[in-house]
């Protein structure tokens, strides 16, 4: 469990980075792995280091620093959200309830999935990090920018309960 004891201690830590800036400009930025379902953080993949996920403390802290901004690489889980098989960090469960939800808003929204991550994250104030090997994913990242969830949707996908 070192991964979640030092998950727990990145707010402390990025406060105390932005101190020793000592008097030139603090970092605003943070970037880190998140995305619409959540993984285990007693688990980890091979190659993973151990600040990769954005764990609950660093989102309630990038929330209520108004300087700072969370960059979220991976959103789309390497295509997790279009069929391809998901990383074990995943495999718990509470996964099939969020992937429901997600599937549900995105059917109401007539998007794709992938879309309604995208949509998800920007209306947490989150720059999702995409890329892409298609002209057509590329269509879509695009098209997702446009896709606005109202309040409601947002607080659908937010509810659904589970790691």
């Known amino acids: 469990f070192a991964l979640l004891d030092r998950s727990i201690e990145a707010g402390g830590r990025v406060e105390r980075a932005r101190d020793l800036a000592g008097g030139r400009p603090a970092f605003t930025s943070l970037q880190l792995r998140h995305s619409y379902l959540r993984p285990r953080l007693d688990v980890r993949e091979p190659g993973d280091h151990a600040f990769a996920d954005a764990s609950d403390e660093v989102l309630d802290y990038v929330r209520a620093e108004p300087a700072m901004r ?45 879309q309604v991550v995208i949509a998800w994250l920007l209306a947490h104030d989150v720059v999702p990090v995409v890329g892409v090997s298609s002209l057509a994913q590329l269509e879509e990242t695009l098209a997702a920018r446009d896709l606005k969830l109202d309040e409601p949707a947002v607080r659908r996908l937010d509810g659904v309960t589970g790691l």
Do not use: F, I
């Open 70 to 114: 969370l960059w979220a690489y991976s959103p789309l889980l390497k295509g997790g959200y279009s069929g391809k098989p998901l990383d074990g960090v995943y495999d718990h469960p509470g996964t099939p309830a969020r992937l429901a939800a997600l599937h549900a808003a995105a059917e109401e929204a007539g998007a794709t999935p992938n």
